[in-house]
């Protein structure tokens, strides 16, 4: 339901390995494997985009998730990581720095239906008895 796809140096980008995605009249090149996936997600919480009607959506890295993220992040700094909610691009992450707290963020594209959808694959932030039950299964 959800992919972040790292950017990539635009002499790499051959159709079998890369997409394209337009970013302010920019062509941007992303490799087609996502980096990170909804396997390596612990929780979520939606948050108001505050650009209309839409939401976004704060995730919790699973720990080798979150290791992976911070070494991602800094091994490519200035590259942006592409976000797919549900099929669709729906935002952009700009890394600046090290991430250190194994925590991504949506900040735009998330309808409430998509919203529905993640509450049934993964527990809120916070909820501790959803996180529980959600590992026992």
Known sequence: MV????????????PKIAFSQMDNSKLRYFL?????????????SPIPSGAGDDYGLVFQLKPAARQRLYALSVANPGKYLLAQANGRVVDGV????????????????IT??????????LPRIGAKDKAK????K
């Open 32 to 44: 087609r494997t996502p980096e990170v996936t909804m396997k390596d997600m612990l929780a979520f």
């Open 112 to 121: 409430t239906g998509d919203i529905k959808l993640f509450d049934k694959a």
């Open 3 to 14: 992919t972040f796809h790292l950017e990539i140096d635009p002499s790499g980008a051959t």
């Open 133 to 136: 039950k959600a590992k026992a």
């Open 94 to 109: 700009w890394i600046d720095k090290p991430v250190t707290d194994g925590v991504l963020v949506i900040w735009k594209g």
